[in-house]
């Protein structure tokens, strides 16, 4: 079965037991995926140093 | 104008006789317990919270010293931007120009001092949020160390980041201000070696930001000196951040999410889904980052660099350019300021003396060496290369 973003989204939510509200949902994704850039950064800079 | 509304000011206010801060007036951010007060942390739903008990232990010193406070200050609310535009009580204005915006999360707490409504006022900083409308509004802010001012009667945010301070219109009343708030005299101290900070902190910075520093970086005869992990210093406040401010925030999300301004909800919401193992990393590059800063000020006593990317935005347009870039404006005027919070130091954010639009230069030094920063910054203040301009056309 192929996993939609919606699905993670949903079940973090009942994991926080969390109600989230549809109105939420697409500004919740964008800082989502802002938060993975900054998380990548930090990840490049991290292998960056493994490798020195 | 200013002077007449001063004077109007001093004769409402009680008068105190006594105290290094006698006759002296000041503001607050809306996150710092007044006894009998609401503390509503510019979140329209803490209104009808109780009222503090007693006053912040910062307030009480500085009322003690014969302060006297007139009033609090506007917001972003629950402290998580850096324009204070707050959806329940409006967008704090630029004293320089109306139409810009006054930075954040301090926002109305530098303005008040910038348009000369008060002597000093106070805000917090957890990832520029007493350094970014500092620099917009043109007034000196100090973010202290971690852990060197008392957080009691604070409203918190990120506990890893969190700090209070003082803004002024001066050098000397910032440090009379923050001597009081620390409870001890700053030990007076000559800076040997100075560095302006390249590379990230050139990149991210716009042209007149970059101007700033370079007449400054001159007139001190500074070095350069680049910090290669800044960027991911920056990302690494980004996420703890999100994820602290998330978790201290989820009861709230979970009975009034509706009640939050729409922009500070979903990024609480996103804070508090982010994975806890890029919450540990990003805690553990903190202590490799604050090793690598105290380095740096092992060989140089000051570090300088811009304290905004760019002078203040205007309020009808979400964007500014730099690194070029056209970015969020809301999200973006920290960019300079994170890597400092993350290192835990003490950071005196400084106006250029200019006839423009302000903006703001970041000194930083090691804890426990603030005094270097004052006496340097006076020197400057001295020589006419960073001060206060008051606003052309305030109250009018």
């Given at each position: 079965m192929t996993e939609q973003p919606g699905d993670w989204l949903d079940e973090t939510a009942k994991l926080l037991a969390l109600d989230l509200p549809e109105v939420c949902r697409e500004g919740v994704v964008a800082n989502l995926e802002l938060l993975a850039r900054h998380a990548r950064i930090l990840d490049d800079h991290l292998l960056a140093g493994d490798e020195a | 104008m200013i002077d007449r509304y001063n004077a109007l000011t001093r004769t409402l206010t009680p008068k105190v006789h006594?105290?290094?801060?006698?006759g002296m007036t000041f503001v607050a951010k809306d996150l710092f317990d007044i006894q009998g007060?609401?503390?509503?942390a510019g979140a329209k739903m803490r209104l009808d919270s109780a009222p503090a008990a007693h006053d912040a232990e910062v307030i009480a010193r500085l009322k003690k010293a014969g302060a006297a406070l007139i009033g609090t200050a506007n917001m972003d609310e629950y402290a998580y931007g850096f324009a204070t535009v707050n959806a329940h009580f409006g967008t704090t204005r630029n004293p320089h120009d109306l139409a810009r915006l006054a930075g954040g999360s301090s926002g109305g707490s530098a303005a008040a001092v910038a348009a000369g409504l008060a002597d000093f006022s106070l805000g917090s900083d957890t990832n520029g949020s007493i350094r970014v409308p500092a620099s917009l509004c043109g007034v000196y802010g100090l973010r202290p160390a971690m852990d060197d001012l008392p957080m009691d009667g604070v409203f918190p945010f990120v506990h890893a980041l969190d700090t209070v301070g003082p803004f002024a219109r001066s050098i000397r009343d910032l440090k009379r201000v923050y001597e009081v708030m620390a409870g001890r005299t700053v030990k007076s101290e000559s800076a040997g070696r100075i560095a302006v900070l390249d590379g990230f902190f050139t990149r991210n910075a716009g042209a007149e930001a970059r101007e700033a520093v370079a007449t400054v970086g001159a007139h001190l005869n500074a070095e350069i000196l680049n910090l290669p992990q800044a960027e991911a210093a920056r990302s690494a406040a980004f996420l703890i951040t999100a994820a602290q401010g998330g978790a201290l925030h989820l009861d709230t999300l979970k009975n009034r999410?509706?009640?939050?301004d729409p922009a500070v909800r979903d990024r609480l919401i996103a804070g508090a889904m982010l994975p806890s193992a890029i919450y540990q990393r990003a805690l553990d590059f903190g202590a490799v980052w604050r090793d690598i800063v105290a380095e740096a000020l092992a060989r140089f006593d000051v570090l300088i660099c811009a304290a905004t990317p760019v002078s203040a935005p205007r309020i009808d347009e979400g964007t500014i350019v730099f690194n070029g870039e056209t970015v969020s404006a809301r999200a973006n005027l920290g960019i300079l300021a994170q890597p400092l919070s993350l290192a835990g130091i003490p950071v005196i954010a400084a106006p250029l003396k200019t006839d423009k639009l302000p903006i703001g230069l970041q000194f930083a030094t090691a804890p426990g060496r603030e005094g270097l920063l004052f006496e340097l910054l006076a020197k400057l203040e001295a020589d006419g290369i960073v001060g206060f301009t008051a606003p052309v056309e305030v109250l009018a």
């Open positions: - | 006594e105290g290094p801060l006698a007060l609401p503390t509503t999410a509706m009640d939050y």
